[in-house]
C-alpha cells in the first residue's frame, strides 16, 4: 500500500458513482471550490414556450386521429349474451392472457400485487449505487443465483404451457449469459454494453419484454375460447 | 394599427385592477420573466430557472409532458362529454348514439376523448421506461418515482372507469372480466367486488359509481399527485441530467484520477 496521505485532489462529479461528493485534500494544499457554472435558462419562456410546442403537436396528432378513426361503439350491454371472447382493454390484455393460463389468483392479484411492489421498490433496492454491472462483482455466486432462478422460472412456465412467457424469459436469459462472458473490454460493442448492466436493469427490461409480448399476443394473437388465431387469416 | 393596440394593452397592463392581478407586471428584464414564474400559484411549482441541458430532447423525450398535454385534452373532452351523458341505464347508452348522430361534432369529441385516453396509458408506460433507462429514478428522485408510479395506477384506474361509461357489449363484458378478478382476493374477494359494483354484477349501481370515480375522484387525485409530482421534481433539484457539471477541457474526471493514482 502506498502512502495513505498520498491522496490525489480532484472533484468527482459523476453522482452515478458517487452520489454524496468526496473531496480528497492532499497535503499542503487547501481545499478548494471549482465554481459550479452551467448555462441556465428561465423558465419563463424558454421552458414553458417548449412544452407548449410540444402539447400543441401532440394535440394536432390527436386531432388528426379523431378525424379520422371513430371510437368503437357495440350494441347495447346484454348480460345474457357473453361475446366470445370478452377482451379487457388492451393494456390488461397482458395480464388476461396470463388468467388463461393461471387460476384468478394468481394472474389477477398475485402478480399485479408483485409488480406494484417491485415498482415501488426499485429505488429503494438499488443498494447497488454505482450500478456496476451485474456480472462484474462475485460473478461466481451470482452467476449460481442466476442459473437457478432462470431455470426455475423456464421450467414453471414451460410446466405450466406460458410459452408465450417463456419464449421473452429465455432470450432474456441468454442475453445474461452473454453479459456474464463478458466485460467492458470486450471487443463487440454490445458485449460490453451489456456487460455493463446492473440487476435493476435487467429485471427492468425483462419486464417490459414480457409486457410487450404478453399485450401484443392478447390483442392479436388470440380468438374465440382465447385459442391461437392469425390476426391476418380472420 | 399595430401601434394604437400597443398602446392600448400596456395602458391595461399598467391599470391597477391589472396589476392587483399580475403584480409581476410588463416586461423582458430576467427580473419580470422570474416573477412571472414565481408570483403564479400554479407556475411556480417549477423552478424560475433550469439548467439548459435539461431541455434536451433526448433525455426525457418530453414523454412526461406529453403525458400532461393528453390529461389536459381529456379534462376538456371530458368535461363536454359530461354535457350529454346520463350515468344511467340505458339512457347512457342512447347518450352514446346522440353524440354519434344528433350532438354537433359529438362523434369527433368522443373520438378525441377515447384517442387521447388510449394514448395516455400508452404514454405513461413510455414515460416510466424512459425515466427508469436514464436512471433518473435514484435517489434523490426516489419518492418522486413512487408518487409516478401512484400515478400510472389512477391512469389505469381512469381509464378502466371509463371505459364502462358507454355501456355497449363492449364496456360491459371487458368490466365484468375485469371485475371478476377482485372476487379472486382472499378472504374479502366478494366484498370488494360488491363495494366496487354496488351489487353483485355490473348493473345500473356499478354505471353510477365508475362514474363518480371516472368524473369526479379519480381527476381531482391524478391533478394532486400531479402537482406534487411536478413540485418534487424543483425540490430535488431538477430534472435529471447524466452528469452534474458540463465536461470542461481541464476538469478533473475520473478516468485522470484513476490514472494519477496509479
Ligand atoms: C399522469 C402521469 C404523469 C405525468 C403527467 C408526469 C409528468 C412528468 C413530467 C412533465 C416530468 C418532467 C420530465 C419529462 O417531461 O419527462 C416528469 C418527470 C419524472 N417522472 Fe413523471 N409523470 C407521470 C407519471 C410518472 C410515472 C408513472 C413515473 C414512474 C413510475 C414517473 C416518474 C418520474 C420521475 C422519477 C421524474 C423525474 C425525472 C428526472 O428527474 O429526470 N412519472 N414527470
Redesign the pocket.
Known sequence: MSDPKDFVAGVDSDQRRSPQRVVFVTRRTSAQVKANYEEQVQTYPEVLFRVVLAIEILAIVLVGMALLFNAPLEGIADPTHTPNPAKAPWYFLGLQELLHYFPPVVAGVLVPTMLIVS?VIIPYFNINIEAAGLFLHHRRRRLQIFYVTAIGLLVFLVAFHVYVAAVPSLIVAIAMIVAANSSPQSKSASCRYLSKKPMAWWVMTWFLFELIVLTAVGTFFRGPGWSWVLPWRS | MPGKTDKILEQVEQSRVWRSIFRSGRGTSTLHRALAIQQNVFLHLFSTKVRKR?LSVS??????????GT?MILIITGVLLMLYYHPSVPQAYADMKDLQFVVSSGLFLRNLHRWSAQA?VFL??A??F???Y?G??RAP?EF??????V??L??LLLSYTGYLLPWDQLAYWAITVGSNLSKAVPLVGSKIHFLMLGGNQVNANALLRFYVLHCLILPLA?LL??AV??WR?RK?G????HQSEPKRAGAVDESTLVKEAK
Open positions: 415498482l | 435539461m433525455s426525457t423525450w418530453y414523454l412526461g409532458t406529453l403525458t400532461l390529461f395516455m405513461v408506460f414515460h416510466m424512459k425515466v427508469f436514464r433518473a429514478y428522485r418522486n418515482w413512487v408518487i409516478g408510479v400515478l400510472l389512477i391512469t391524478a399527485f400531479i409530482h411536478f421534481i430535488d431538477g430534472l435529471y441530467v
